[in-house]
């Protein structure tokens, strides 16, 4: 310690310039996550341990872990095979500086390569393809084959001074096996029996486009696609049940009736 009229050694700690993750904040991230539909792959190079980056197709799972469609005859997927230490850039930059648009890194390890006998491999395929239709065309050759992400930190940047510290549970979501059963019913009914709600909700959005369906689904919302766009829509409430979808979506038309125009009698 320095006497008086003398630098300390040590500088004060600068306060902290980020902030504490609320549900606003998680509901971004999921955002994020779940409609961005390519990202930044950050991986090591084996050879010299460089940090390299490639650009990838993204999806998501039920539970929000990362879903990655890959060649094996790709040198970022040879490098996750001798360290499957990954990171992700997701966020679409959309109008405006792109350097203030929102984007989620995320920091994780990748699955071994996840093989068509895996009970596992038809939700993956599933959830990939109704964001990457032509994914069901080249992810049939040999050396394709999908990793899913275990993800062990992130990073919100929401903005000019908004950047959020995230856990692993800010952005991964618990699935209970009922829950999980019911998605692809629910999915199907909504599409079938109910897509003029789908473009109701999406046009109080302000999507005027029409023909919007359901691609993926999970127990906090949903994502919707019309061509090329893609947007997401939160339930109320999570489900907890595979039976509480119905209850969920007729929360989401009722309140598209309450928005209605009275008319006379």
Partial sequence: MGGAGQMTDTP????????VADEEARALARRLLRTTRHAALGWLDPTTGAPMASRVALAADFDASPILL??????????????PRLSLLAGEAGAGD??????????????PPIGR??????????????????????GQFADFAFFRVTVTSAFLNAGFARAY???ADD???????????????????????HADVLDRLMARRGRAESGWRIA????????????????????????ETGGAFRKAFVALAAGLDADAPETGR
């Fill in 12 to 19: 004060p700690a600068a306060a902290t310039p980020y902030l």
């Fill in 70 to 83: 890959l060649s094996q005859l790709s040198a970022h997927t040879r490098a996750l095979a001798a360290d």
């Fill in 98 to 111: 792109p350097m203030n648009q929102p984007r989620l890194s995320i920091a994780g390890t990748a699955s």
């Fill in 117 to 138: 006998e895996a009970p596992e491999h038809e939700r993956l395929s599933r959830r990939f393809t109704a964001h990457h239709p032509a994914a069901s065309h080249y």
């Fill in 165 to 167: 510290p995230l856990g």
């Fill in 171 to 193: 952005v991964t979501d618990s699935v209970a096996p009922d829950v999980l059963a019911a998605e692809r019913r629910v999915v199907d009914h909504m599409n079938e029996d």
């Fill in 216 to 239: 993926t689904l999970d127990r906090r919302g949903f994502e919707l696609v019309a061509g090329s766009l893609v947007d997401r829509l939160e339930f109320a409430e999570p489900v």
